[in-house]
């Protein structure tokens, strides 16, 4: 008996094993918005775009810290050298003195001074103003341009993901085509052993049925290379295969012309090229704003706790600066035309864009358009080729009609439905690439 308990406690946990095995091999179930959020979070193109974000951010700071104090501590030692020579009969030092190399204060006395310097800017007529705003603007662009990166994953995700069930599809008629075509043989074999039916209506159902598995194995590696192209579009480096949920029938597409005036005025790419638009135009007035004097304020203090007698031990001064640039060769004109010349090629490359968004709208409008009439014709196609094939199979069976009519019936009965099950996910796939030229993903702006 105890023999006996163990054996089955052993095929018990064996069973049990292989469960785990089974469930653990089993495709993870994948819906397409999961599939979105995957490829989000794992695209390095989306990390890289957050990243780039990051950086402009950075530049929008060290601008900005232009308008605030600059404070920076200094300490300072000197061992000069010092002659000692007579004149007038007299005993005298003679400190060292910088004799040639610019204009500035010769002497140089030695000392060890301990001290702190402050510089701020009182006014420069406007143009860190428009510096700082340039910057933000240039941010912004580039938070339109994560934006756009995000849609554009969005869209390939969709795409494969929507192809990977048309694969399915396709090879779900390619199995079914099989099995039909193998009992087809298999009864027209039967019939041919009996003298009912002549050998060459066996070989061409033996055709039929190598064609057909010619077709499932096509289909097959279709499938395989479906799911490799949704996985690196998910952000993945392995193939991987899923259990994908099927997406609900999507709406006819809307008006057209509400579609363009929606792409025009949302559009992250083309709100990003405003936004560089803008900050080229706030560089054209910090460009002009150079020709400006600029006023500074300047403080320093510390202590000299070593050095020559003439030094005290204590000093502080502050005073402002004014700067006027009165001759620099043309390099402030040139400054302001330079950015001038940006902000209009800015302004017409905006345009340039805003026409390739409004085509891209106008044809992926179309395309939508004309694959869901595509759904409805193709399902009409494939209901009249499956009442052929049920009447091309009922005049075989009775003998009227021969095999190559039958065959022919089963090729426009599968093309059909080939047809039909490629049309639905080709509807859904351009209604996605519509949705994206019109700008209206969602995920690309709600998503972390």
């Not at 001759?327 to 340039?352: C, H, M, P, T, Y």
Request: net charge neutral.
């Amino acid at each position: 008996m105890r023999h006996a308990a163990g054996v089955w406690v052993v095929l018990l946990l064996g069973l049990c094993a292989a469960t785990q095995i089974a469930l653990a091999q089993q495709p993870a179930t994948l819906s397409l918005v999961q599939a979105r959020q995957i490829a989000l979070s794992n695209r390095p193109l989306v990390r890289a775009g957050d990243l780039s974000v990051a950086a402009a951010q950075q530049n929008t700071i060290q601008v900005k810290s232009a308008r605030y104090p600059q404070l920076s501590a200094s300490v300072t030692a000197v061992d000069a050298y010092r002659e000692n020579t007579t004149q007038d009969g007299k005993d005298v030092t003679l400190d060292t003195r910088i004799a040639a190399g610019g204009l500035n204060n010769p002497t140089v006395l030695r000392r060890e001074s301990n001290g702190l310097f402050l510089s701020q800017l009182v006014t420069d007529f406007g143009r860190t103003s428009s510096l700082v705003e340039s910057a933000q603007l240039a941010e912004t662009a580039q938070k339109h341009l994560a934006e756009a990166t995000r849609a554009q994953v969005i869209l390939e995700v969709s795409d494969a993901y929507f192809a990977t069930l048309e694969a399915q599809a396709v090879l779900q008629v390619a199995t079914k085509t099989v099995e039909s075509r193998t009992l087809t043989f298999e009864r027209i074999a039967g019939l041919a052993r009996n003298k009912l039916k002549s050998e060459l209506d066996v070989r061409f159902a033996q055709v039929n049925v190598e064609e057909a598995r010619l077709l499932r194995l096509r289909a097959d590696n279709a499938l395989e290379a479906a799911f490799a192209r949704l996985a690196t579009a998910m952000g993945y480096h392995d193939a991987r295969r899923f259990q994908l949920t099927e997406e609900p029938p999507a709406d006819p597409v809307g008006p057209l012309d509400s579609l363009l005036e929606q792409a025009v005025a949302v559009r992250p790419d083309l709100a990003s090229l405003r936004a560089d638009r803008e900050a080229a135009r706030k560089s054209v007035d910090a460009a002009k704003a150079l020709a400006y004097p600029t006023i500074s304020l300047y403080a320093a203090a510390g202590v000299t706790p070593w050095g020559d007698e003439r030094f005290s031990k204590n000093y502080g001064a502050i005073g402002l600066n004014l700067s006027v640039p009165l001759f620099d060769g043309g390099r402030i004109s040139s400054l302001q035309q330079q950015a001038q010349l940006k902000a209009l090629a800015l302004s017409e490359n905006l345009l340039e864009a805003e026409n390739i968004v409004l085509r891209s709208v106008r044809v992926a409008w179309l395309n939508a358009r004309s694959g869901y009439e595509n759904i409805e014709i193709t399902g009409h196609l494939r209901d009249a080729a499956s009442q052929a094939l049920l009447l091309a199979d009922s005049r075989y069976k009775l003998g009227i009609t021969s095999i190559v009519e039958l065959n022919q019936a089963q090729l426009s009965a599968i093309d059909a439905e080939i047809s039909y099950a490629r049309a639905r996910y080709q509807f859904l796939t351009a209604r996605a690439v519509l949705d994206f030229q019109v700008g209206s993903f969602e995920q690309a702006h709600s998503m972390p």
